[in-house]
């Protein structure tokens, strides 16, 4: 595609329910990165995948988060058994070459 | 591991005025070095990169970065700025060998009266 894709781009969900956050990269792209924009925080870098390997995936906060990519393209980003602290725009950007990272628009998480 | 500090959190400017924001990195490597915008409601772009050559890179919109590699800073730059310009700014880094992951700065919130 032209662009990075996220879906959904808000999700409200209830405290405890699982959320799964996609990223669409661009066509071709080999590296993808998810971060988390908290506020007051800045980005938080989440997991890097190169392929549909991650060779650092040190930021995930804990546990109930997972990634994954399947076929070198769409990544799911997987939040079990969300808590408040949650809540953030969690963004998704791919590299191409030369090196310029592009990010999608993001999803905006609320939960409640 | 590398990791970016950007020391403005806040900045209020006016029309016109000059604008300097600071970014400090620490790394033991070469490194290539961005700045980011995000205009309210939008998603981040980029505004310059610097990777090898000219330390003084000029990006969109009139900006420019200067790379001081004696002073690990990569601070933006413009010499006068609009109300077009109210934005949060992030610095990034990112270590040139080998898989390195992008670490950004907490951020600048830049706000521009008319």
């Known amino acids: 595609g032209a662009g990075v894709s996220q879906s959904p781009s808000n999700k409200v969900t209830e405290k405890g329910k699982d959320v799964e956050l996609r990223c669409d990269p661009i066509?071709?792209?080999?590296?993808l990165y998810w971060y988390r924009q908290s506020l007051g925080q800045g980005l938080e870098f989440l997991i890097y995948?190169?392929?549909?390997?991650?060779?650092?995936k040190s930021g995930l906060p804990s546990d109930r988060f997972s990634a994954e990519r399947t076929g070198g393209s769409v990544s799911t980003l997987t939040i079990q058994r969300t808590q408040q602290e949650d809540s953030a725009v969690y963004l998704c950007a791919s590299i191409g070459r030369p090196t310029r990272l592009t990010f999608g628009s993001g999803t905006r998480l609320t939960v409640v | 591991a590398q990791s970016v500090s950007q020391h403005n959190h806040h900045v209020i400017l006016s029309e016109a005025a000059s604008l300097e924001l600071g970014c400090n990195y620490s790394y033991g490597g070469t490194v290539n070095l961005f700045w980011y915008v995000q205009y309210p409601g939008q998603h981040l772009q980029l505004l310059l990169k610097?990777?090898?050559?000219?330390?003084l890179v000029k990006g969109i919109k009139g900006f420019e970065a200067e790379f001081i590699k004696s002073k690990f800073s990569f601070n933006l730059r413009k010499p006068s700025v609009q109300w077009s310009d109210t934005a949060e700014y992030f610095c990034a880094v990112k270590g040139n060998t080998g898989f390195q992951k992008l670490v950004f700065g907490t951020g600048t919130r830049l706000l521009v009266s008319p």
């Open positions: 995948f190169q392929g549909n390997s991650a060779p650092d």
């Open positions: 610097y990777f090898s050559g000219d330390p």
């Open positions: 066509s071709g792209h080999t590296a």
